[in-house]
């Protein structure tokens, strides 16, 4: 059965909890989701009990600096392993092309040379693209690009062995023209900025970001069981899952989940 962990789960300038990123887990093998922004990947992964050398699919969802900087932490430290033979296989990126190059210029700047020669040899890059279709830990994987912003970025929905399904959103409102690959789906994975009774002290909607209620609303009107809020600002930190699944009760009727960093969740 997989599970989610959830290595971190705050919004871009959270100091109280690690930048939104989690592990899709099934069984031995690890399906990394972004990076968050710098080593302190490293402390989630060990806290997580999650083993390095089982990492062989990594996803980033966008270009932004919480997303990907703990990424070029993890291929210093997986590549050290490749380079000691404590490593089997492949590690594979999966990310927009765009994104390619941003990595290989970021590694080409802080890393040793001896780490860079392991791309397009034992550390691969796949572009996806929307509406693309992939097959990551032998389930079937749906990209899609999740709408206008200033830097573009592509949510996924993954099947998982018990015949369920994912949705991940991204960061922002999950738009309706993505409506058509969340329809039917079992969980629902979505930011929820803040509160929206706090809405006029966060200003989301400035920053492209959105509310426990547009999250609602979204999973309500998509008629999806489970819905997890996460990506959140941490002035609430101490009373977050209280605070923010008693509102959500008011615009949605389905499980809600609000997870700290590293909880996880059986995806049964």
């Not at 492209?208 to 959140?232: F, K, M, S, Y």
């Amino acid at each position: 059965m997989e599970k989610l962990i959830m290595l971190g789960t705050g919004s871009a300038l959270s100091v109280k909890c690690y930048n939104a990123c989690f592990v899709l887990q099934d069984e031995d093998r690890y399906l990394l989701v972004d990076g968050g922004g710098g080593n302190g990947i490293i402390r989630q992964l060990k806290e997580a009990d999650i083993p390095l050398n089982k990492i062989h699919d990594i996803y980033l969802s966008c270009s932004d600096t919480e997303n990907i900087f703990g990424v070029i932490w993890v291929i210093k430290l997986l590549g050290s392993l490749m380079r000691s033979d404590e490593y089997e296989g492949d590690l594979r990126i999966y990310c927009q092309s765009e994104l390619v190059k941003t990595i290989h210029t970021l590694a080409a700047i802080t890393l040793p040379r001896r780490f860079i020669w392991l791309f397009d040899h034992r550390i691969l890059f796949v572009p996806v693209y929307d509406a693309d279709m992939r097959h990551l830990m032998d389930h079937s994987v749906r990209f899609f690009e999740t709408g206008p912003r200033d830097k573009k970025q592509l949510g996924f929905t993954i099947m998982l062995d018990n015949g369920s399904r994912l949705v991940y959103s991204g960061s922002g409102l999950l738009p309706e023209s993505c409506f058509q690959y969340a329809e039917g789906a079992d969980w629902l994975l979505h930011e929820a900025y803040c509160l929206h009774s706090q809405k006029d002290i966060y200003n989301p909607y400035e920053k492209g970001h959105c509310t426990v209620r547009d999250a609602c609303e979204t999973a309500a009107h998509l008629e999806i069981p489970n819905l997890i809020l996460w990506q959140t600002e941490d002035d609430n930190i101490a009373r977050r899952s209280e605070l923010y699944s008693a509102e959500a009760k008011l615009y949605y009727k389905g499980r809600v989940h609000v997870p700290y960093d590293l909880e996880s969740l059986e995806l049964s």
